[in-house]
């Protein structure tokens, strides 16, 4: 399981949720595609994925448990970064 720290906005936020065991991302609604970047706790970049629709959510693909950081790099120019634990 993810352990997140849920906002109070999913509009205004891109945000890690736990569903059916996966972790997903929510994105904003500020642009039609983005670039993931997923890093391990030692900053080693161990997924990418780019163009990804930002109108349904991503499921986060990694396999061994530990801390995550997610870059989210919207085609608009805004970056976010998300942490989360994988369990």
């Not at 736990?18 to 900053?43: H, P, T, V, W």
């Not at 990694?62 to 919207?74: E, F, H, N, Q, S």
């Amino acid at each position: 399981s993810i352990d997140l720290e849920i906002p109070t906005s999913y509009s205004q936020n891109t945000v890690i949720y736990e569903a059916e065991g996966q972790g997903k991302i929510r994105f904003e609604n500020i642009s039609d595609r983005a670039n993931l970047q997923i890093y391990n706790a030692l900053g080693v970049l161990v997924h990418t994925e780019n163009g990804v629709s930002t109108s349904s959510d991503y499921t986060v693909n990694v396999a061994t448990p530990g801390m995550y950081i997610v870059k989210v790099a919207y085609q608009n120019g805004e970056v976010r970064t998300v942490k989360f634990i994988n369990k």
